[in-house]
């Protein structure tokens, strides 16, 4: 398999991977109402299709994340709240010479 096949289906993971941790929360409680609704007795066809149709949401929720810079802006919040990353960027800013 070519590398540039591997980056292009880890990227797709990517996307899958930050639309479940975005939504690890609902999945908690999806997780129980599937439970329930496996005890009811409801059909495991229409339990199969809304996991799948919530994985498809987690990809492309990943993806517009990504798309629209969400991303980079949660990543610049938690570059603000790091201590190191705010001296590292005070001596920048003020030319400092590192020690």
């Known amino acids: 398999m070519k590398f540039e096949t591997k980056v292009f289906l880890m990227r797709q993971k990517y996307y899958f991977d930050l639309g479940v941790g ?3 929360l609902l999945i908690k409680v ?3 109402v599937g439970i329930a609704a ?3 007795g409801v059909d495991k066809r229409v339990l199969a299709i809304f996991g799948l ?3 498809v949401f987690c ?3 990943g993806f517009i994340y990504v798309k629209y810079k ?3 802006a949660s990543i610049e919040v938690e570059n603000r709240l790091n201590i190191f990353v705010r001296e590292m960027r005070e001596k ?3 030319n400092k010479r590192f020690k």
């Open 53 to 55: 149709s919530y994985g």
């Open 59 to 61: 990809y492309f929720l």
């Open 70 to 72: 969400w991303l980079t």
């Open 92 to 94: 920048v800013v003020n």
């Open 30 to 32: 999806l997780a129980v």
């Open 22 to 24: 975005i939504t690890s």
């Open 38 to 40: 496996a005890i009811e």
